[in-house]
């Protein structure tokens, strides 16, 4: 592949046959009322000076991420999970790539990037860059800390200029739609998400949210909202990017069936309970022979309510594993009823 990408004079280029792309450059927004942020050991920062070291700390780890898609060139944002090139970023970044091209800060090179592997239900992938070492990294946040009104940073790459957006957890748990890449018109349902009133450009798409302290919170995702954007949870992709990079792939348990989240607000107006709606089951699968259909509504796995906290997917990487047999509590019109099923092992759905 071809580089794409030139550096000159600590300014990035890219330079495209017949046609001519403008990068936008989002500007740090001052504040002009800054409040103080207490930490542990008895510091105090104030909130400005707190997001500016965050994001001086996490910017040599944030990568900016080119996608050809013919007859397209897109960019976007990752970070690197590792000192030899594994970087995370979202499926919208590199979906329908014919290659891929990342720039790493403060390296003149544009380096090839091949995809190891990716999960399209909680909307996480991972590239990897070769033949690269002692590269700077960022960690995950403890997921359980996150919390509403909580501080947060988006980064962007260095064809974003390292961009910097400032912002806050708006809410936690939300269901959210975005385009797919993949099929026009069509929407992927994440859950799970952070909402943020951080607005999330094309660019800085795939970069992490930061804490003040660096760590990673969640992943960002373009929204169209231009005063609103969302991030995928650590606590729902932490433990897909952990298995891709010890095995090379991501593997679930699975019903056998795809499902969409019953919101709060959706079991209120349809008049059902929370939890996961089955959408189709897979002939022959665990679903079918239990004797689920669909539109019924899982309610429970075992003794684990699912809710918007505890949606059915995150439930079935982080709490349920391959060849488990589990008790499957669903609501089918008015009757609730329970079934016994083995979960098997599959490669997520994009479908």
């Given at each position: 592949?071809?580089?794409i990408?030139?550096?000159?004079a600590?300014l990035?280029?890219?330079?495209?046959?017949?046609?001519g792309?403008?990068?936008?450059v989002?500007h740090?927004?001052?504040r002009t009322?800054?409040q103080e942020v207490?930490?542990r050991n008895?510091?105090?920062?104030?909130q400005?000076s707190?997001?500016v070291q965050?994001?001086?700390k996490?910017?040599?780890?944030?990568?900016s991420v080119?996608?050809?898609r013919?007859?397209?060139?897109?960019?976007?944002?990752?970070y690197?999970?590792?000192?030899?090139?594994?970087?995370?970023t979202n499926?919208n970044?590199?979906?329908?790539?014919?290659?891929?091209?990342?720039?790493?800060?403060?390296?003149?090179?544009?380096h090839?990037?091949?995809?190891?592997?990716y999960d399209?239900?909680t909307?996480?992938a991972?590239?990897k860059v070769?033949?690269?070492?002692?590269?700077?990294?960022?960690a995950?946040a403890?997921p359980t800390?996150?919390a509403?009104?909580?501080?947060?940073?988006?980064?962007g790459?260095?064809?974003?200029?390292?961009?910097?957006?400032?912002?806050?957890?708006?809410?936690?748990?939300?269901?959210t739609e975005a385009?797919?890449p993949?099929?026009?018109?069509h929407?992927i349902?994440f859950?799970d998400?952070?909402?943020?009133?951080v607005?999330i450009s094309?660019?800085?798409?795939?970069?992490?949210?930061l804490?003040?302290?660096s760590q990673?919170?969640?992943?960002?995702m373009a929204?169209?909202a231009?005063l609103?954007?969302?991030g995928?949870?650590?606590?729902?992709?932490?433990?897909?990017v952990?298995?891709?990079l010890?095995t090379?792939?991501?593997?679930v348990s699975?019903m056998g069936?795809?499902?969409?989240?019953v919101t709060?607000e959706r079991?209120?107006?349809?008049?059902?309970?929370?939890?996961?709606q089955v959408v189709?089951?897979s002939?022959?699968?665990?679903a079918?022979a239990?004797?689920?259909?669909?539109?019924?509504?899982?309610?429970?796995?075992?003794?684990?309510?699912?809710?918007?906290a505890?949606?059915?997917?995150?439930?079935l990487?982080?709490?349920?594993?391959?060849?488990?047999?589990?008790?499957?509590?669903y609501s089918?019109?008015?009757a609730s009823?329970?079934?016994?099923?083995?979960?098997?092992?599959?490669?997520?759905?994009?479908?």
């Open positions: 592949m071809r580089p990408v030139a550096v000159a600590g990035v280029v890219i330079a495209l046959v017949s046609a792309v403008t990068l936008a989002i740090f927004q001052a009322n800054p207490n930490l008895g510091v105090t920062l104030t400005d707190a997001i965050a994001a001086a996490g910017r040599p780890a944030v990568v080119i996608t050809q013919q007859p397209a060139i897109v960019r976007g944002s990752g690197l999970a590792t000192t030899d090139g594994y970087i995370v499926v970044v590199i979906a329908d790539a014919s290659g891929l091209t990342v720039l790493v800060p403060n390296d003149a090179k544009a090839d990037a091949r995809l190891v592997d399209c239900q909307g996480v991972v590239i070769d033949q690269v070492s002692g590269l700077p990294t960022l995950f403890d800390a996150l509403q009104g909580q501080v947060i940073v988006a980064v790459g260095p064809v974003e200029g390292g961009a910097v957006a400032p912002g806050y957890v708006s809410a936690l748990h939300r269901v385009k797919d993949l099929n026009i018109g929407l349902q859950s998400t952070i909402q943020t009133n607005a094309d660019g800085t798409s795939g970069g992490p949210l804490n003040i302290q990673v919170v969640g992943i960002a929204s169209p231009t609103a954007g969302f995928l949870n650590v606590a729902d992709v932490q433990d897909d952990q298995q891709i010890s090379g792939k991501v593997v699975s069936a795809t499902t969409t989240d709060p079991a209120v107006l349809d008049g059902l309970p929370e939890g996961s189709t089951v002939a022959g699968g665990p079918a239990a004797g689920l259909k669909t539109g019924d509504v899982i309610t429970q796995l075992d003794d684990v309510h699912i809710d918007a505890h949606p059915l997917t995150l439930l990487r982080s709490r349920f594993h391959a060849n488990q047999r589990v008790t499957v509590t089918r019109g008015t009823t329970q079934a016994e099923l083995t979960l098997t092992a599959q490669h997520p759905s994009c479908s």
